[in-house]
């Protein structure tokens, strides 16, 4: 048996060969590349769809394409190449585009079925390591997929080739989205079910917890009152208002945790002499993944929500996501 380091160098030679591989075949992108992406575009915006069809490894690839292309707002469905020549070859239509994959560019079943491809008006889009292929000769324009070599260690398993038609295909979908100016409602449409389709459909009213829940005090408050305020509110920090009851600041346990340690004092002493000021906050009206956003971005456990007019009306807890499937 190999030695545990020995393991490791090997997945590190695959990570080489294949990191070697996606460099190759981003230095062969050309105009061909944004032919394609116009092509799709074009039938796109025509009612036309988006057919991928592949053999094999490159037919897999083929099939996670054609899902990212479709979740991306590009209609996309795929075709069985064995079945395409007993009836299926209804999924196409005049107008379409057919992305075909096959890294020899050669595989039987993908050759034999250009011929009744050909009988549509379709843009025939191939995706092949083989430059000069059958497949290639019979394409309105190829997309070069070509790497050094394989990461199986006799050159034959597709790896290196699959994880760069992964990535062309890829480059594609975003190539796509972005030239028909898909946006991040578009993409929530699509996954509505899904964390991130809520994030980007919710506000963060519909997210915050609001009236008994929402801690607030007024910045003359001792700090030994606030904390009955948040115990009583379950909060784990209190929004500290002014004589408006407009957001100044901000005290949360952890604070009191940190200047208790070196301040006996610390109770008695107002929320506005303790409090930290201008405190990040986000709008009610806000989408959720902008909460998100900042939880990311900042190391905070709570996120204060103002209205319009800076009032602190919620509070975003970051234990509350889970429960939520935000994260």
Not at 9 to 14: C, H, L, N, S
Not at 187 to 200: D, L, V, Y
Not at 256 to 264: G, L, Y
Request: charged fraction near 25%; include cysteine; charge should be positive.
């Amino acid at each position: 048996m190999l030695a545990a380091v020995d393991y490791l160098a090997q997945a590190r030679k695959v990570f080489d060969i294949e990191i070697q591989a996606l460099r190759a075949v981003r230095k062969q992108l050309n105009g061909d590349f944004a032919q394609a992406v116009e092509t799709i575009v074009e039938a796109l915006r025509h009612r036309g769809k988006i057919v991928v069809v592949g053999i094999g490894k490159s037919g897999n690839v083929g099939r996670k394409i054609a899902a990212t292309l479709t979740s991306t707002g590009s209609t996309s469905v795929v075709l069985d190449s064995v079945d395409a020549l007993h009836g299926d070859l209804g999924l196409v239509n005049d107008g379409d585009v057919v992305l075909a994959l096959s890294y020899s560019g050669e595989s039987e079943e993908l050759v034999n079925l250009v011929p009744a491809l050909k009988r549509f008006s379709i843009k025939l889009i191939s995706m092949t390591g083989g430059h000069k292929s059958s497949l290639a000769r019979h394409s309105d324009i190829v997309l070069n997929a070509r790497v050094p070599r394989e990461a199986c260690p006799f050159n034959l398993a597709p790896t290196a080739s699959t994880t760069a038609m992964l990535a062309l295909g890829d480059a594609l979908a975003m190539a796509v989205l972005q030239a028909r100016g898909f946006k991040q409602h578009d993409f929530a449409k699509r996954h509505p079910s899904g964390a991130i389709g809520r994030a980007m459909l919710l506000r963060v009213g519909e997210i915050m917890r609001a009236g008994e829940r929402n801690a607030v005090a007024p910045r003359e408050l001792l700090v030994r009152d606030a904390l009955l305020v948040m115990t009583q509110a379950k909060s784990g920090s209190i929004s500290v208002v002014d004589k408006r009851g407009k957001l100044v600041g901000v005290f949360t346990d952890g604070d009191f945790r940190r200047q208790m340690a070196n301040d006996p004092d610390l109770l008695s002493k107002r929320l506005e002499a303790v409090m930290t000021r201008d405190p990040i906050c986000v709008r009610e009206d806000a989408l959720a993944v902008t909460a998100l956003k900042i939880f990311d971005e900042r190391n905070i456990d709570d996120l204060i929500v103002v209205n319009a007019r800076r009032e602190p009306v919620g509070l975003v807890d970051s234990q509350d996501l889970p429960k939520l499937k935000l994260m």
